[in-house]
């Protein structure tokens, strides 16, 4: 794989977190892949994909990590968080409960991670308007209390989920080369 042209500078990982069904494996299949699969079954065990980004010139990779169905029995293992420098926590903004338990997922994060992980809350699904259960500004708000970055995604109509994630990468980016350089 390697050739002269230089080394991989940067690889950080990426979780992403939140209820079964919310949408995190097609937010992940449209971000890296781009594909979208409507009748997508969780499979069990953890899988990850690694993307590569360019940033001030330099090459970074991210390699994000999806539960793969662990949630669905509250098993998301403490191995799953370990190492990570951003997190994607998602809801689905036609199911409130999904929203609801975003305090949770939070607690879960904060219990495995330090303040310093990237944090971006994410609604998914908003190409579901006839059906929204939660608002917009109520994402915002919340996200705004808890020192969130915030969007709404559709992974079915790829609506921001290149920037959903180029956004926390860029963060992580950020947060590293401040302490390094
Ligand atoms: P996960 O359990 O959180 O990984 O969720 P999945 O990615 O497996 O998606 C659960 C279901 O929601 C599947 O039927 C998907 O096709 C559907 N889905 C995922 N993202 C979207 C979206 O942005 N819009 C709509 N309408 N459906 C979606």
Same mark, same amino acid.
């Given at each position: ?10 690889? /950080?990982?990426?979780?992403?977190? $939140? ?16 594909? /979208? ?5 969780? *499979?069990?065990?953890?899988?990850? #994909? ?6 001030? $010139? ?10 793969? $169905? #662990?949630?669905? /029995? ?11 420098? $951003? ?11 999904? /929203? ?34 939660? *608002? ?46």
């Amino acid at each position: 794989m390697s050739d002269d042209e230089g080394v991989e500078e940067y690889l /950080f990982k990426i979780v992403i977190i $939140g209820d079964s069904a919310v949408g995190k494996s097609n937010l992940l299949s449209r971000y890296a892949r781009n594909e /979208f699969n409507a009748h997508s079954k969780a *499979t069990i065990g953890v899988e990850f #994909q690694t993307q590569s980004v360019e940033i001030d $010139g330099k090459e970074i990779k991210a390699q994000i990590w999806d539960t793969a $169905g #662990q949630e669905r /029995f509250r098993a998301v293992t403490s191995a799953y968080y370990r190492g990570a420098f $951003g997190a994607l926590l998602v809801y689905d903004i036609s199911r409130r409960a999904t /929203f609801d338990n975003v305090a949770r997922w939070l607690d879960e994060l904060n219990s495995h991670s330090d303040t310093t992980v990237a944090r971006m809350l994410v609604g998914n699904k908003c190409d579901l308007e006839n059906v929204r259960e939660v *608002t917009l500004e109520e994402g915002k708000s919340l996200a705004e209390a808890e020192g969130l970055f915030f969007l709404e995604t559709s992974a079915l109509d790829s609506t921001n989920v290149r920037t959903a994630f180029e956004m926390v990468i860029r963060e992580i980016y950020n947060n590293v080369s401040r302490k390094v350089l």
